[in-house]
């Protein structure tokens, strides 16, 4: 990545962010059926690899945040505190640790699908991709719920009739293409995600776009397909596709996929879901624009695109822990297209 790149100025306070946030027990949502009286519900004690940043998924990405920021600045004046985010990743990416997570997922085998389970295989490749020590002994410490993963997801997606296209955590697309890019997956399971991709998206034409955002998006259904099936199709085949999946950009009609969504209140943590939209609609317009010939509807996503990365970046370091617990990991997308 050129040295240039906008994440490097956002690497320190970011690592602070993350380290804070994943190190934070409480407050906690845990996405736990209780099954008795007696039941021991500590979040360190269902997860203590992944028990800070206020639920699992967000500990998850946190995680992979911090291993991010190590791969492209450790050791370098844009992130200082080295030392401080592998302390850190050495204390909860353990053995131990992720045997229980492990454990866990498999005794719960819907618990974060699917949008925990590609964070977590996200975070074992950002461990691989660390090329030291450290990073082989996280790698290590995550391969059994890698694999946990790997064989629900192939357990799952059978049964997947139907994609999930509404822009919270259960959204399909965005899951299985983040899973995609991961390179975790077994080839059996990589090559059903694909066909699975395909046959659910492959013939969509004339999204309603117009009815994006929903009141809490943090992902937009009609991007989050567009940028999975961008995954999937041959690149030849991509851009017809989009042409007939969104004709609004080829024929330069407005398309409300572009605009900027309204935040009402940054505070309330449903409505703060949209500057989650906004970053996140950054890197897919932005992956979108990429993988598209030079041409009107490139230049479109690319305007698109940096105007809602500059909308939602101002949001990410407030103070706040509704968004502080998660926001630097969309922006870190956002700005590693930039």
Same mark, same amino acid.
């Given at each position: 990545?050129?040295?240039?790149?906008?994440?490097?100025?956002h690497?320190?306070p970011?690592?602070?962010?993350?380290?804070?946030n994943?190190?934070?027990? $409480?407050?906690n949502?845990?996405?736990h059926?209780? %099954?008795?009286?007696? !039941?021991?519900t500590e979040?360190?004690?269902?997860?203590?690899?992944?028990? %800070?940043? $206020?639920?699992?998924?967000?500990?998850?990405?946190?995680?992979?945040?911090?291993v991010r920021?190590?791969?492209?600045? %450790?050791?370098? =004046?844009?992130?200082?505190?080295?030392?401080?985010v592998?302390?850190?990743?050495?204390?909860?990416?353990t053995?131990?640790?992720? +045997?229980?997570?492990? +454990? $866990?997922?498999?005794?719960? =085998?819907?618990?974060?699908?699917?949008?925990?389970?590609?964070?977590?295989?996200?975070?074992?490749?950002?461990?691989?991709?660390?090329?030291?020590? !450290?990073?082989?002994?996280?790698?290590e410490?995550?391969?059994?719920?890698?694999?946990v993963?790997?064989?629900?997801?192939?357990?799952w997606?059978?049964? +997947?009739?139907?994609?999930?296209?509404?822009?919270?955590? =259960?959204?399909?697309?965005?899951?299985?293409?983040?899973?995609?890019?991961?390179? !975790?997956?077994?080839?059996?399971? !990589?090559?059903?995600?694909?066909?699975?991709?395909?046959?659910?998206?492959?013939a969509?034409?004339?999204a309603?776009?117009?009815?994006?955002?929903?009141g809490?998006?943090?992902?937009?259904?009609?991007?989050?397909?567009?940028?999975?099936?961008?995954?999937?199709?041959?690149?030849?085949?991509?851009a017809?596709?989009?042409d007939?999946?969104?004709?609004?950009?080829?024929?330069?009609?407005?398309?409300?996929?572009?605009?900027?969504?309204?935040?009402?209140?940054?505070?309330?943590?449903?409505?703060?879901?949209?500057l989650?939209?906004?970053?996140?609609?950054?890197?897919?317009?932005?992956?979108?624009?990429?993988?598209?010939?030079?041409?009107?509807?490139?230049?479109?996503?690319?305007?698109?695109?940096?105007?809602?990365?500059?909308?939602?970046?101002?949001?990410?370091?407030?103070?706040?822990?509704?968004?502080?617990?998660?926001l630097?990991?969309?922006?870190?997308?956002?700005?590693d297209?930039?």
């Amino acid at each position: 990545m050129p040295p240039s790149t906008p994440l490097r100025t956002h690497a320190t306070p970011f690592a602070r962010l993350a380290l804070a946030n994943i190190t934070r027990e $409480y407050p906690n949502f845990p996405a736990h059926l209780i %099954g008795s009286a007696a !039941e021991r519900t500590e979040p360190r004690t269902l997860h203590p690899a992944f028990y %800070g940043a $206020y639920d699992w998924h967000s500990s998850a990405h946190m995680h992979w945040l911090l291993v991010r920021l190590l791969n492209r600045y %450790g050791g370098t =004046p844009a992130l200082p505190d080295t030392a401080a985010v592998v302390d850190v990743l050495d204390r909860h990416l353990t053995p131990g640790n992720l +045997a229980v997570e492990a +454990a $866990y997922l498999r005794d719960h =085998p819907s618990f974060e699908r699917p949008y925990g389970w590609a964070w977590l295989l996200a975070l074992a490749a950002e461990c691989r991709a660390h090329g030291t020590r !450290e990073g082989a002994r996280w790698t290590e410490a995550l391969a059994p719920a890698v694999a946990v993963v790997d064989r629900l997801l192939a357990d799952w997606l059978p049964k +997947a009739t139907y994609p999930v296209r509404h822009g919270n955590h =259960p959204n399909s697309a965005f899951a299985l293409g983040l899973a995609l890019d991961s390179g !975790e997956l077994s080839a059996g399971t !990589e090559q059903a995600v694909r066909e699975r991709l395909l046959a659910w998206f492959a013939a969509d034409h004339d999204a309603p776009a117009h009815w994006e955002p929903s009141g809490q998006d943090f992902l937009s259904p009609a991007l989050s397909e567009a940028d999975a099936v961008r995954r999937v199709l041959p690149a030849a085949e991509f851009a017809p596709w989009l042409d007939r999946f969104l004709p609004a950009l080829r024929t330069g009609a407005p398309c409300a996929l572009l605009d900027v969504p309204v935040v009402s209140d940054h505070a309330d943590p449903q409505i703060g879901h949209l500057l989650g939209l906004a970053l996140s609609r950054a890197a897919a317009l932005r992956s979108l624009a990429d993988a598209l010939p030079a041409g009107p509807v490139r230049d479109r996503l690319s305007t698109a695109a940096d105007a809602h990365l500059a909308a939602g970046l101002p949001a990410v370091e407030r103070g706040d822990f509704t968004t502080d617990h998660w926001l630097a990991t969309f922006a870190t997308l956002a700005l590693d297209r930039h």
